[in-house]
């Protein structure tokens, strides 16, 4: 079954055409950084706007990538939640009428969900169960993964997301946004182990997280160094970085064990991050776990991700009704 995917919870416009949820035919994604990156951060109006002027052509895009009219597609999948109700509704609403008036079946795929489905899109896809750890600029989650439909939430953040902190102190650090991929590459420059920022654990033996602790720790440094801390910009980014990357993995390792499970994953855009890739193979590769992290490509927004999860939700049944509506937060 040929899906047809479309993503516009945030900042990016995607359409993607996966076959039975494994296969990529082909996946475009509209990035808008250009336009939010002069605000620091994503301006909601702007972002509905710019979604409504770019849905025709990136769908449009997807099926010539693919080679594929619009007679190839049986069925559509598209993003209904958590995101920005805005970008959400151009999607949505572009999905809705698409599958009415093609008269095919379409469903609402949870964003979280679609995430970890890019799992699924790569070379080696985990066996179930395992446990995945979802980190990205809205969201920071634990989860134990049953099926392709079933999972249950094990821990998630009780403030800012993993994602969001890289963002905020990058931009403490006048290095632009998003400033994950710029702490990542710099990070490489300094030394984790100069300034040492406190490691976010909340409670050592739960799943919770909690990242706005170390994002003011930054700040407090900044504001204490206000002379030299311009030089010292790879140090502290490295410093921060492996807090943040200590943390996320000691839970993800120890949520394995809770769970009795022998593989991990990891998805969401913080997934991309080089440092946590690295230490989650070392740490769980030393418990005997097995380690699946989608393509640096998959890892952010992409709507090839929404289409597999989409294909199997309308595999077991379900279908979206005219009247469904978005949703802004997980429910
Ligand atoms: O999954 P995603 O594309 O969008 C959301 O659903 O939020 O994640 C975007 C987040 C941003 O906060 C961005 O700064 C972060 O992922 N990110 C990274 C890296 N690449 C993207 N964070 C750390 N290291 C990276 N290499
Ligand atoms: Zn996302």
């Keep these: 079954?040929?899906?047809?995917?479309i993503e516009s919870s945030c900042d990016e416009t995607a359409a993607a055409l996966v076959r039975d949820g494994r296969e990529i035919l082909s996946s475009v994604v509209s990035s808008q950084v250009e336009v939010h990156h002069r605000y620091g951060g994503v301006v909601p109006e702007l972002a509905s706007r710019k979604h409504?002027?770019?849905?025709?052509?990136?769908?449009?895009?997807?099926?010539?990538?693919?080679?594929?009219?619009l007679a190839a597609v049986e069925a559509v999948a598209v993003t209904q939640g958590p995101g920005l109700i805005g970008s959400l509704l151009v999607g949505f609403s572009f999905a809705k009428a698409l599958a009415y008036a093609g008269g095919l079946p379409w469903v609402g795929v949870n964003h979280l969900e679609g995430h970890v489905h890019a799992l699924y899109l790569s070379g080696d896809p985990p066996?179930?169960?395992?446990?995945v750890l979802l980190v990205s600029g809205g969201h920071t989650g634990l989860y134990h993964v049953i099926s392709p439909?079933?999972?249950q939430r094990i821990g998630q953040t009780r403030d800012d997301a993993a994602g969001e902190a890289f963002d905020k102190v990058a931009k403490m650090l006048c290095l632009g946004y998003p400033g994950g991929a710029v702490i990542d590459r710099i990070a490489r420059e300094g030394d984790p182990a100069k300034i040492r920022f406190p490691r976010p654990y909340l409670d050592k033996e739960g799943f919770d997280f909690s990242f706005s602790g170390i994002k003011t720790a930054v700040a407090k440094y900044i504001a204490v160094n206000r002379e030299e801390f311009k030089s010292r910009v790879t140090d502290i980014a490295a410093g921060f970085q492996e807090a943040v990357v200590e943390v996320l993995v000691y839970k993800l390792v120890r949520a394995a064990g809770a769970r009795q499970v022998e593989r991990v994953a990891m998805v969401g855009g913080v997934a991309a991050n080089r440092r946590l890739r690295e230490r989650l193979e070392a740490e769980a590769g030393r418990e005997g776990l097995k380690v699946h992290v989608p393509p640096t490509e998959l890892c952010g927004d992409n709507a090839a991700m929404v289409a597999a999860a989409g294909y199997h939700l309308i595999q077991s049944g379900r279908r979206g009704g005219l009247d469904a509506d978005v949703f802004s937060r997980n429910r």
């Design 149 to 151: 439909t079933r999972m």
């Design 1 to 5: 079954m040929i899906v047809l995917g």
């Design 52 to 69: 409504l002027e770019a849905i025709t052509r990136v769908v449009r895009e997807a099926l010539d990538a693919a080679g594929l009219g």
């Design 127 to 131: 066996e179930f169960p395992f446990v």
